[in-house]
C-alpha cells in the first residue's frame, strides 16, 4: 500500500460519447412500425366497433369516441416518428452504444468485457423486410440491457459475431 496513488482525472479530457456518429435504423424499420401501430389501432378499433354494434347506448357518443380514437392514433404515430428519428447505435472498440427517447435522449454505453449473451430475434413483420433486432445481455437481471431493432439480418448477424468474438477473447 506504500505505491497506492490516488490521482485526478481530468474530465475535460476524456473522450466523449457525444462526438460518436450513431448509426440509424433501417429505414423499413419505420414501416415495422407502421404496420404494427396500424395492426393495434385495428384490433382496438374492431373491439369498439363491436361494443357499438352490440351496445346501442354507446351510439350517442359515438362522435366523441371516433375524435379520442383518432387523436389517440395520430398521437401514436408522430411519438413513434420522433423515437424512430431518435435511435441509433454505435460499435466502437472497447464498447456499444445505443441511443433512444421521446423527450429525453437516453444513451446506454455497454464495455464489451460486460457482455454475456448476444440474441439476434425475427419479427413476423421484421422478417418480410429482411430486419431483425439484437439484444445485448450483461450480468445479472433476466432481460437484455440493450435492444437494437431494425438492423438489416446481414448486418445484424455480423453484428453478433462481433460480439461473440469479443466474448470468447475474454474468456
Given at each position: 500500500m506504500e505505491n497506492f496513488t490516488n490521482e485526478t482525472i481530468d474530465t475535460t479530457q476524456l473522450p466523449r460519447y457525444e462526438a460518436v456518429a450513431f448509426s440509424v435504423l433501417h429505414s423499413n424499420y419505420w414501416k415495422v412500425t407502421l404496420i404494427n401501430v396500424f395492426l393495434f389501432f385495428l384490433i382496438i378499433g374492431t373491439v369498439l366497433g363491436l361494443l357499438?354494434?352490440?351496445?346501442?347506448g354507446l351510439l350517442a357518443f359515438m362522435l366523441e369516441i371516433s375524435v379520442i380514437y383518432?387523436?389517440?392514433?395520430?398521437?401514436?404515430?408522430?411519438l413513434s416518428r420522433i423515437s424512430f428519428k431518435k435511435k441509433g447505435f454505435a460499435f466502437r472498440r472497447h464498447d456499444v452504444l445505443y441511443r433512444h427517447g421521446i423527450i429525453a435522449?437516453?444513451?446506454?454505453?455497454?464495455?464489451?468485457?460486460?457482455?454475456?449473451?448476444?440474441?439476434?430475434?425475427e419479427g413476423f413483420v421484421s422478417r418480410y423486410f429482411g430486419l431483425a433486432k439484437i439484444?445485448?445481455?450483461?450480468?445479472?437481471?433476466?432481460?437484455?440491457?440493450i435492444e437494437i431493432p431494425g438492423i438489416e439480418m446481414e448486418q445484424a448477424e455480423n453484428i453478433k459475431q462481433l460480439l461473440m468474438g469479443k466474448i470468447q477473447k475474454q474468456l
Amino acid at each position: 500500500m506504500e505505491n497506492f496513488t490516488n490521482e485526478t482525472i481530468d474530465t475535460t479530457q476524456l473522450p466523449r460519447y457525444e462526438a460518436v456518429a450513431f448509426s440509424v435504423l433501417h429505414s423499413n424499420y419505420w414501416k415495422v412500425t407502421l404496420i404494427n401501430v396500424f395492426l393495434f389501432f385495428l384490433i382496438i378499433g374492431t373491439v369498439l366497433g363491436l361494443l357499438l354494434f352490440f351496445n346501442q347506448g354507446l351510439l350517442a357518443f359515438m362522435l366523441e369516441i371516433s375524435v379520442i380514437y383518432s387523436v389517440l392514433l395520430i398521437t401514436v404515430l408522430v411519438l413513434s416518428r420522433i423515437s424512430f428519428k431518435k435511435k441509433g447505435f454505435a460499435f466502437r472498440r472497447h464498447d456499444v452504444l445505443y441511443r433512444h427517447g421521446i423527450i429525453a435522449t437516453n444513451t446506454i454505453v455497454i464495455p464489451y468485457n460486460r457482455v454475456q449473451h448476444v440474441a439476434l430475434h425475427e419479427g413476423f413483420v421484421s422478417r418480410y423486410f429482411g430486419l431483425a433486432k439484437i439484444e445485448i445481455f450483461t450480468a445479472g437481471g433476466s432481460s437484455s440491457d440493450i435492444e437494437i431493432p431494425g438492423i438489416e439480418m446481414e448486418q445484424a448477424e455480423n453484428i453478433k459475431q462481433l460480439l461473440m468474438g469479443k466474448i470468447q477473447k475474454q474468456l
